[in-house]
């Protein structure tokens, strides 16, 4: 190949270390960050809502997931489940709900084929109809692993105003 495959070989292998060198010493850094740098906003943790956006007849997320996020050991937060669909029989389920949680708040939106609801419409009704001022959003298919589940996610909120997390 002469120099030509030598010049190439080079270049390549240049590249190669600049990618290497930014994934072991930029992004390596990302796993072993800590929130605790920031500087605290607030002495205890706020009451939180929890919206979630229910786009059908989903009665597993009603019987298995639902208890588990009314099970969270955290002292003040509420639910917000925002049914979007026709069935007023489950809209009516979800609504008696409340009287056994009362930390639970629903909303519907009537499904109309002419004018589509998206997840983004969803979302800003169950905003809209939250009462908390710091919100916590999930879907679900999402199952809290453990019952500290919410405080961990709230715990954010102390440090900042604005919580990423998966």
Not at 8 to 13: D, K, P, Q, R, V
Not at 19 to 30: D, E, K, P, T, W
Not at 42 to 65: A, C, G, K, N
Request: aromatic letters at 14%.
């Amino acid at each position: 190949y002469g120099w030509e495959g030598l010049a190439l070989a080079g270049s390549l292998l240049l590249m190669f270390g600049v990618q290497l060198y930014y994934y072991i010493f930029v992004y390596g850094r990302i796993p072993g960050y800590r929130n605790n740098s920031r500087k605290v906003v607030l002495e205890q943790e706020p009451p939180v809502s929890v919206v979630v956006p229910l786009f059908s007849e989903d009665y597993t997320f009603v019987e298995e997931r639902l208890p588990l996020i009314l099970a969270q050991a955290y002292p003040h937060f509420e639910v917000v489940i925002v049914y979007v669909g026709h069935d007023m029989d489950f809209f009516e389920d979800l609504s008696q709900l409340r009287q056994s949680f009362p930390q639970i708040t629903t909303t519907r939106i009537q499904l109309d084929p002419r004018y589509p609801i998206s997840r983004k419409m969803a979302l800003n009704v169950g905003i809209k109809s939250a009462h908390c001022e710091h919100l916590i959003f999930t879907s679900t298919d999402a199952i809290p692993q453990t019952d500290r589940w919410l405080s961990l996610m709230a715990k954010g909120f102390m440090r900042g105003e604005i919580v990423v997390g998966y």
